[in-house]
């Protein structure tokens, strides 16, 4: 079991965040935004920053690799249209995307927005963690809370039409 901190503040153990996750065994604060046959999307848990999404492959794979070909296509299709909602209902105009194989989770994407409070930490990959940290850290606050739900909002109503 591993022990994760969610942006709330509260600690979960769980096997694989991913699986808690994608069956619904946790449910990530606004719900789903997104889901497809082989992807699921949520703000990410542990960082309050509006329209950051994670996107979850439901099988519990580590690489792009082990994708079936219906899988990727899938994803680049979900992919593709969260990152156009991102852009049309929050105005985000960059996003940085992050995925790496030696997770602890199973394979997923993140889609962190840029926002330009976020360029005070840099304007390269390595200015992420750092930025992170900075909302899990500072923005736990009822106003920025709201925002992100709001934005969750938005996404979803945008992302079911």
Known sequence: MKKITLSNGKIIEVECLSCALTTGLIEPDGGVVYETKYFHAHQDVAYPIKGLIILASKRHIKSFDELTEEEKLDYIQ????????????????????FYNEDTTHHFHTWMVPRYE?????????????PTLL???NHMNDSKNKEEV?????????????
């Not at 360029?119 to 990959?125: I, L």
């Not at 739900?149 to 039409?161: C, P, R, V």
Request: proline share 0%; net charge positive; hydrophobic share 45%.
């Open 149 to 161: 739900m709001i934005a969750i909002g938005l996404l979803k109503k945008e992302l079911n039409k």
């Open 78 to 97: 979900a992919l593709t249209r969260i990152r156009q909602a991102q852009r049309e209902v929050l105005n985000i105009e960059y996003v940085y995307y």
């Open 117 to 129: 409070w976020m360029y005070e930490f840099g304007r390269s990959v390595e200015s992420v963690r």
């Open 134 to 136: 900075h909302a899990r």
